[in-house]
């Protein structure tokens, strides 16, 4: 079975700031890589990325896949209050899903 | 839209006791997914379906039995019930395989506590 892992697994940080999330997974029969944001209910879908170097945008979150090095990143520019969440990473491989333990975020106002 | 629908929301049971979490999902997704979650981890896999009466077991199946009578429908049973199976339980579904991946949709999640 596949195995995700993502870092930091919490972060603290102030209104404005931008952080980095990580995820690298191994590849057994890697279809996807997802990003979810969970905020103490169902994970809601950020970004599907299937290809390497293609940036994907929504507003001040992007990311990225690297499929050469089996990794991708999760960029939060100008941070809210709002985006205090769990980001969950995921990775699809055959029919099946698997999900790395998340990074909290904690943003201070 | 209702998406994945699951039920109960909350739910305590006590050390033995037997009950069932329903999901149900109107986007005629053939594949369906039960995850559990506890505090501060990822998502485990319990079962998962790839259609209508075909079920396989995720990666931390004991104590727990699923069907798959319909394509919408996807129960969850959870027989003797124990403290460890104390968690937080999503419902999910996803497209059939394609060639680009696929996106998982959850439920709102059901809170289980057993005491």
């Known amino acids: 079975e596949d195995k995700v892992v993502q870092s930091p697994l919490s972060l603290v940080v102030h209104e404005g700031d931008t952080v980095t999330l990580n995820c690298s997974y191994e590849v057994t029969n890697f279809r996807s890589l997802l990003w979810y944001k969970q905020e103490k209910k169902a994970p809601t879908f950020l970004f599907m990325l299937?290809?390497?170097?293609i940036e994907k945008k929504s507003g001040r979150l992007s990311s990225i896949l690297d499929k050469k090095e089996l990794f991708s990143i999760l960029n939060i520019t100008a941070t809210q209050t709002g985006d205090s969440a769990v980001y969950l990473c995921g990775d699809n491989y055959g029919q099946n899903f698997v999900f790395g333990p998340g990074t909290r975020l904690s943003v201070l106002p | 839209n209702a998406g994945v629908t699951q039920t109960p929301k909350f739910r305590i049971l006590k050390i033995g006791q037997s009950m069932t979490l329903q999901c149900t999902q109107d986007?005629?997704?053939?594949?369906m997914y039960w995850y559990r979650q506890d505090p501060g981890m990822g998502l485990k896999l319990i079962y998962y379906s790839v259609g209508a009466g075909i079920t396989d077991k995720g990666e931390v199946p004991n104590g727990y039995n699923v069907s798959r009578s319909t394509t919408e429908d996807f129960p969850l049973r959870l027989e003797l019930a124990a403290p460890s199976q104390t968690s937080v339980y999503f419902c999910?579904?996803?497209?059939?395989?394609?060639?680009?991946?696929?996106?998982?949709?959850f439920g709102e999640g059901s809170w289980l506590t057993v005491v």
């Open positions: 999910a579904s996803s497209t059939s395989f394609g060639s680009s991946g696929n996106t998982i949709y």
């Open positions: 986007m005629n997704h053939n594949y």
């Open positions: 299937t290809s390497s170097g």
